[in-house]
């Protein structure tokens, strides 16, 4: 925030949510208050001016050029603005008229709740000893966490910059095992239903069993056997 003269906006609620209202409260406000002017900007040209309300006039408030009907002035020179749009968000500027003239400019956010994250995979197999990616998809998030299920994310694994991809350097099957993301911004968080990550490898330590002294003449039955993920075929 901009003040000048001491005053001040506080945003009530703090952090504005989408199809819910707020207050621009105007608060050190010098004096007895003979007008207050709003603008949807950061000056005071009139393009900008959503209204102007006067304590004593009857009327009491008037329209500007960027009015509209969501937006209301009150006595104390604050701004309501109800069933807030993303497009509310920006730059707000009061001018209020005491004995003498004071202003400040406030950014107002507009947030969104954030959605459900939905886990996806970067390829359809999972293949021990190569790399995988796993995204977090979701919307509106500021901040994304990872985590695994009954247990720690592995440390050779790489997060983004924004933490919305983790990615496992020459993966493992000790990383077999369910992941979850949880998305959150300031007015709401949301977390992934579990994703089952399963690491193929394999075949190894190939195995033949069966006797090793046979009578001519007489049935035999020898068996190959191999540790694989999924199960071989022979």
């Excluded at 621009?24 to 709003?38: A, D, E």
């Excluded at 056997?225 to 075929?233: G, K, R, Y």
Aim: some cysteine.
């Amino acid at each position: 925030m901009d003040s000048a003269c001491g005053i001040d906006i506080q945003l009530v609620p703090q952090y504005p949510v989408v199809s819910e209202s707020v207050t621009l409260k105007v608060t050190g406000i010098n004096g007895t208050i003979q007008n207050v002017s709003w603008y949807k900007g950061p000056t005071t040209d009139n393009v900008y001016r959503i209204l102007s309300y006067s304590p004593p006039a009857n009327p009491p408030q008037t329209q500007g050029p960027q009015y509209f009907s969501r937006a209301s002035g009150s006595p104390d020179g604050s701004l309501q603005i109800s069933h807030l749009l993303t497009t509310d968000q920006g730059y707000y500027t009061v001018q209020i008229q005491t004995d003498i003239e004071q202003l400040v400019t406030v950014n107002l956010p507009v947030y969104v709740p954030v959605t459900k994250p939905v886990i996806s995979q970067s390829t359809n197999q999972a293949v021990e000893s190569e790399n995988i990616t796993l995204s977090c998809n979701t919307t509106n998030a500021e901040k994304i966490i990872w985590s695994k299920v009954n247990g720690n994310l592995p440390s050779r694994v790489i997060l983004s910059i924004d933490n919305r991809t983790v990615t496992f350097i020459r993966i493992n099957r000790a990383d077999t095992g369910q992941y979850q993301c949880e998305a959150e911004n300031p007015v709401s968080k949301d977390i992934s239903d579990p994703y089952t990550l399963t690491v193929n490898y394999g075949p190894e330590n190939l195995k033949i069993q069966g006797q090793l002294t046979v009578n001519s003449g007489s049935p035999i039955t020898l068996q190959c056997s191999a540790d694989s993920l999924p199960e071989p075929t022979y």
